[in-house]
């Protein structure tokens, strides 16, 4: 990236950012395919979570049973936690996998102008399929490490003071996690490089632009959140005429938010491969050009 960029003020970075979220936007509505991959995405983790969940339950019955010793009993439990473990691993291999596709078929829109086709981006996710089964293994590790620490601040059981450096510590993990593994996805997909060189990588990146990633995330989760309170109050009166309206207006709701979900979960994608771009040159993508976005 250019050393100019360095030199930019804080609001004119979260301007960039901004404008990576209108490209973003864009480059979902010209391939509304994307939008698939984000489904099959979310269609492949509840398959995985109806596996875990049915595994888990058959492993409490078998616990609960007035047969089962007490050896038995810490056996199944070990067995339990091996399987909720290992099924975060899978959903984690799952979401980046689908991830690296929108970030590759993304980035072909926005760097070539051309149209990629439906496998275009699936072929290249499986190119680096070794990377990320092993990048979903560790952030899915690292996942299920923070979700233990917020189980612990959630715990009012546990005590205060453990509760409140739980927390912290979940938070202050979590957000330096997130940046610095932040182009992890798009160098592993993009540049076909691996884990650990991705790893070294990406703080770098994210370090000369870290105005424009913040940016670009906070308006997206504007963006949706203003979209789903437009939604409620459309559809809200409904729920007062009638039960039938009701009962129209609750699956509204859902389809609506469901929608919301799925768009911007794929411009969110969409963006790392817009910034992944600005990161390495200090421009924006070619395809910016064409839907009328300049700095």
């Not at 004119?12 to 099959?40: C, F, Q, S």
């Not at 078998?62 to 009993?73: G, P, V, W």
């Not at 739980?166 to 993990?173: H, P, Q």
Request: aromatic share 10%; net charge negative.
């Amino acid at each position: 990236m250019s050393t100019s960029g360095n030199r930019l003020g804080f609001f004119e970075r979260i301007g960039r950012g901004w404008k990576m979220t209108k490209l973003g936007m864009a480059v979902v509505r010209a391939d509304p395919e994307l939008l698939v991959y984000t489904l099959l995405s979310a269609v492949f983790s509840i398959v995985a979570s109806i596996a875990v969940i049915s595994g888990s339950i058959g492993i409490e019955m078998l616990t609960d049973s007035e047969s089962t010793t007490a050896q038995e009993e810490d056996a199944l439990t070990a067995a339990n936690l091996a399987i909720v473990f290992v099924g975060y691993l899978v959903i984690s291999v799952i979401t980046v996998f689908w991830n690296a596709a929108i970030i590759a078929s993304a980035y072909e829109r926005l760097t070539a102008g051309t149209n990629p086709s439906f496998s275009y981006g699936i072929s290249q996710a499986t190119k680096c399929l070794p990377q990320i089964l092993v990048w979903g293994i560790i952030s899915g590790t690292v996942g299920v490490i923070l979700k233990i620490m917020e189980s612990v601040a959630n715990d009012k059981d546990s005590p205060l003071p453990l509760r409140i450096v739980a927390g912290l510590a979940a938070f202050i993990l979590g957000v330096a996690w997130w940046m610095a593994t932040f182009f992890v996805v798009p160098i592993l997909v993009l540049e076909k490089a691996g884990v650990v060189d991705s790893m070294k990588q990406s703080p770098r990146l994210f370090k000369e632009t870290w105005g424009e990633d913040v940016g670009s995330h906070i308006g997206t989760g504007f963006l949706q959140g203003i979209f789903i309170l437009f939604l409620i109050v459309i559809i809200l009166p409904l729920m007062f005429l009638s039960e039938a309206t009701a009962v129209l207006a609750v699956v509204l709701l859902l389809v609506g938010i469901g929608g919301s979900v799925l768009f911007f979960t794929t411009v969110e994608s969409v963006n790392r491969a817009s910034l992944f771009y600005y990161a390495k040159t200090g421009q924006l993508p070619p395809m910016a050009e064409k839907v009328g976005i300049e700095f």
